[in-house]
DNA sequence: GAACACAGCG
DNA sequence: ACGCTGTGTTCT
């Protein structure tokens, strides 16, 4: 293997000088806890190993350099982490994990990415290593090397196998851009994807600000309650409330309810369950528990990740086969509604709040190109009452809250698959709306006469499906998906498409702020929501900025609908 | 340590 | 009925 380890001023110079002429480069670092010490890269010809430690003076040249080149690496966003702070910042990213996600291979590591694609086997003992000391070895040294050169062979197959995937007819705009140009991509949720890297190290190097003092305080507080509510109840029936095994058997043969039992036998006392019960005092009582525990819960998981003022979750840019994100570490996209008021501004700023309204169908709407649909939505009309008066057939005026809420478990059914039994148990848990399965399946049908393209859909679907064991598709955007049940078949394609969506509105909103001089930073994505944080004096003009670049992405991602985005300027996560 | 139940979000 | 993550209990 041809590389050179670059120690010494002059030779450094003369390594950059090599790659001038390219348009991307490869790249890799390896770091120690707290900085870079080798830096890797090379064109097709040449791999330089450069020794920070050595040479901190290349943290400019690199700088300059990488300014104008694509970088194309394995899993960037931990490289672009630590080049951030050193004020390295690349002109456009192709990261080769981000393709073997794209691609659908099982595993996503450099090792099984190489050797899905490549065949070959390779030595990851080295990365763990010491890269503190004076003195690295020979083999550390071509291991760092070794890592560029395995993915400059990778990203040659992969560049080819994401290039056949299927054409799109939309997304034209997106081929004109610096990734698209830099690395030759052809397919929008490829170039959206790669771009998009850069995004989510932004994102994780930002973090979420909160209120430390409240969480405290309501820690203190809710845990004061929760202990008193456990006592008083085992006091009471000599039983843990926290078990569900022991509430189930409590409830069954001292209470003689008549509970159904879980998949394993066990008898069920989950929300949904006990909520029938709720006229029952030891019944809400429970449920009372369950509540503040699950709210206990959120504010310990929170406030084991505060630094000075923030938590730093990790993002996982694709972390749903969809292409939906993921948040962990804490998890940032399934805190309660009524507790995002726990996260505040810092001093002087303000967030930006903005989500799309109703987006799921929307894109259900284009996909199948039911023209019933379109239409309601060029209306403008709340189309989950429209639903309601045409399954129901009054006028839309006389249809009451809980005719509404049924006709919106319709319109979810239409995207999760709906069956007659799903939509009676849906209806009822998340609307609390009853409805018998005979008369669930009498407004399914009817729901399918009004919008013909999706029975259509959904028929084509199962017929497919009986064919064979699996259907491949794309998103609007050209992502790939393989499914191989009804239900994700009909479910993937529409939130995948909004996956799309969202990060190509992030990333059309960045480029807006750069070019305006804005200086918001992103703070969380919630799969059809955005959270900014920005200098109160500028608030106004991001969420503009915002809500321009999530309408204009949706002009690109849907043809037929309209795409409307709500925003509010506010202090902490809430509306208003 | 794995599997399950439960609960929060879109 | 689709997609996630975190916590705690129970089973092995």
């Not at 501004?345 to 649909?373: P, T």
């Amino acid at each position: 293997m041809k590389y050179e380890y670059i120690t010494d001023r002059s030779d450094l110079a003369k390594a950059l000088s090599h790659l001038e002429k390219d348009n991307f480069l490869f790249l890799d670092t390896e770091t120690t806890s707290d900085r870079i010490r080798l830096f890797q890269i090379g064109n097709e010809e040449e791999i330089f190993v450069i020794d920070i430690f050595e040479l901190p003076e290349a943290v400019e040249l690199l700088r300059d350099l990488l300014s104008k080149k694509g970088i194309v690496g394995h899993n960037l966003k931990f490289d672009l982490k630590f080049m951030y702070p050193l004020g390295i910042v690349p002109y456009a990213t192709f990261d080769t994990m981000i393709g073997s996600y794209l691609l659908g291979f099982e595993r996503h590591s450099l090792s099984h990415v190489a050797e899905t694609l490549l065949g070959y086997t390779l030595d990851k003992s080295y990365q763990l290593s010491d890269w503190s000391k004076t003195e690295l070895t020979k083999q550390q040294i071509e291991y760092a090397a070794t890592d560029v050169l395995v993915v400059r062979e990778l990203f040659h197959r992969m560049r080819e196998r994401l290039n056949s995937l299927p054409e799109v007819d939309r997304g034209e705009e997106l081929l004109k851009t610096r990734t698209a140009r830099v690395f030759g991509l052809r397919n929008p949720a490829v170039i959206v994807e790669m771009a998009f890297v850069q995004e989510v190290a932004k994102l994780e190097m930002s973090g979420l600000p909160v209120d430390e003092g409240e969480i405290e305080r309501l820690s203190k507080e809710f845990d004061k309650k929760l202990q008193k509510l456990i006592m008083d109840f085992y006091i009471k029936h000599r039983i843990d409330p926290m078990s569900p095994k022991q509430i189930g058997s409590f409830l069954k043969s001292r209470l003689g309810l008549d509970l159904p039992e879980t998949q394993k036998g066990n008898i069920s006392t989950d929300d949904k369950t006990l909520s029938e019960f709720a006229h029952i005092k030891e019944v809400r009582d429970i449920l009372e528990i369950r509540r503040m525990k699950k709210a206990l819960d959120k504010l310990k998981e929170l406030r084991g990740f505060i630094r000075n003022g923030r938590v730093y979750p990790e993002f996982k840019q694709i972390g749903a086969v969809t292409g939906r994100m993921s948040s962990s570490n804490p998890n940032v996209q399934n805190i309660p509604r009524d507790m995002r008021s726990l996260f505040r501004a810092s001093e002087g700023n303000m967030f930006v709040i903005a989500d799309f309204s109703q987006i799921e169908l929307r894109i259900a709407a284009e996909y199948v190109k039911d023209e019933n649909m379109l239409r309601a939505f060029r209306e403008g009309r709340d189309l989950h009452r429209y639903t309601a008066s045409l399954v129901l057939e009054k006028p839309e005026e006389e249809i009451t809250k809980e005719e509404r809420q049924l006709a919106k478990a319709m319109n979810f059914g239409l995207i999760y698959g709906i069956s007659a039994r799903g939509l009676s148990e849906y209806a009822r848990s998340s609307y609390g709306v009853e409805l018998e399965i005979e008369a669930a399946d009498v407004f399914r049908k009817k729901f399918f006469r009004f919008f013909p393209a999706f029975r259509e859909w959904h028929d084509s679907v199962k017929s497919e499906l009986k064919e064979k064991e699996e259907i491949k598709g794309t998103t609007l955007l050209g992502r790939p998906y393989r499914a191989t049940t009804f239900t994700d078949a009909v479910n993937y394609p529409i939130q995948g498409t909004g996956a799309d969506l969202l990060k190509l509105a992030v990333l059309m909103f960045d480029v807006e702020l750069r070019r305006k001089g804005l200086d918001a930073k992103l703070v969380n994505l919630v799969h059809d929501e955005i959270v900014v944080e920005c200098p109160a004096e500028q608030a106004e003009e991001v969420r503009n900025t915002l809500e321009d670049a999530m309408v204009k992405a949706g002009h690109i991602v849907l043809k037929h609908v309209p795409v409307e985005a709500e925003s509010v300027v506010s202090e902490s996560w809430t509306k208003g």
